[in-house]
Nanobody, 111 residues
């Protein structure tokens, strides 16, 4: 069993930054494969950024250059640094690992 808990969401203005965290517990031994998704109202859930099974990173084209994923294996935690936020980044952000989802954290970008 795996539990994923996200935190760090909030209401910010365009151009602001936020850092999301996702901490795993249970039978997880590596942050490899941990991925951030997001779902905006009325839209499908989409991949934002993640670690592959080999530990490299990948990003959605819409966030490249603005978002950065990092992690700490000892803490079983991944972070999503989001800079230069835009209104279109508004969504619930979810952490995912090996068929398990977190509860999500709301990010709202609005002036």
């Amino acid at each position: 069993q795996v539990q994923l808990v996200e935190s760090g969401g909030g209401l910010v203005q365009p151009g602001d930054s936020l850092r999301l965290s996702c901490t795993a517990s249970g039978s997880i031994y590596s942050i490899n494969g941990m991925t951030w998704y997001r779902q905006a109202p009325g839209k499908e859930r989409e991949l934002v950024a993640g670690f592959t099974s080999m530990g490299s990173t990948n990003y959605a084209g819409s966030v490249k250059g603005r978002f950065s994923i990092s992690g700490d294996n000892a803490k079983k935690t991944v972070y999503l640094q989001m800079n230069n936020l835009k209104p279109e980044d508004t969504a619930v952000y979810y952490c995912y690992k090996r068929s398990f989802w977190g509860q999500g954290t709301q990010v709202t970008v609005s002036s």
